[in-house]
């Protein structure tokens, strides 16, 4: 267990849709990072927030969104679904913004239909 | 562009050993990472290497020489649940980590 929490695990939805997911870091940690994975695809990063602050940005279509709350969890909003969003999407947290591993959540699975 | 590369598939059989290479082009490095991901689950921190060297960690051991732009992972005693995808990836200048495909390593009894 790294510590890092994401809800749901799972999540089907349709085309045209929007969902969320969320996402709470280790405690201590500032800075939360959004990845996308596709089916035997590699990780591609999608935003990293460190203590509320969008920090940097990866592959993030402009139909993707996250911010940061003061607490440190994080939300990753996904609008108008389309086949292809359908993926793995995992959170990781690090507690420095550099030179510090990631821990990752277990992920959530993401099937749009 | 930056360029990470790492052997798709290995295949490597139980109580070996096998060394998975990386190789990578990075605007500017500040330490390269590997992970282990079991299909489905999340990725796992093994290593870090910011200077060049060997570092081992039990079963495992990571190489690094930034000269040349290339590192491996080097696990011994291969046990069955060491099947799994390993990925390689590097921070750069802006610290942002560049991420590898990783390598799917098949280990057969």
């Known amino acids: 267990d790294s510590g890092v929490t994401q809800t749901p695990k799972h999540l089907i939805t349709a085309t045209g849709q929007r969902v969320t997911l969320r996402c709470s870091p280790r405690?201590?940690?500032?800075?939360v990072y959004w990845y996308q994975q596709s089916l035997d695809q590699g990780l591609q990063f999608l935003i990293q927030?460190?203590?509320?602050?969008?920090?940097a940005k990866g592959n993030i279509l402009e139909r993707f969104s996250a911010q940061q709350f003061p607490d440190l969890h994080s939300e990753l909003n996904l609008s108008s679904l389309e086949l292809g969003d359908s993926a793995l999407y995992f959170c990781?947290?690090?507690?420095?913004?550099?030179?510090?591993?990631?821990?990752f959540g277990p992920g959530t699975r993401l099937t749009v239909t | 562009g930056q360029n990470i590369d790492q052997p798709t598939e290995m295949t490597a059989t139980e109580g070996a050993i096998v060394q998975i290479n990386c190789t990578y082009q990075?605007?500017?490095?500040?330490?390269l990472f590997w992970y282990q991901q079991h299909a489905g689950e999340a990725p796992t921190f093994l290593s870090y290497?910011?200077l060049d060297g060997l570092e081992e960690k039990g079963r495992f051991s990571s190489f690094l020489s930034r000269s040349k732009g290339y590192s491996y992972l080097l696990l011994k005693e291969l046990q069955m649940k060491d099947s799994a995808s390993y990925l390689c990836?590097?921070?750069?200048?802006?610290?942002?980590?560049?991420w590898g495909a990783g390598t799917k390593l098949i280990i057969k009894p």
């Open positions: 990781a947290s690090s507690v420095e913004r550099e030179y510090s591993e990631q821990y």
């Open positions: 405690s201590g940690d500032l800075s």
């Open positions: 927030y460190y203590n509320g602050e969008e920090r």
């Open positions: 990075t605007s500017g490095f500040n330490g």
């Open positions: 290497n910011v």
């Open positions: 990836a590097v921070m750069d200048s802006n610290y942002q980590l560049i």
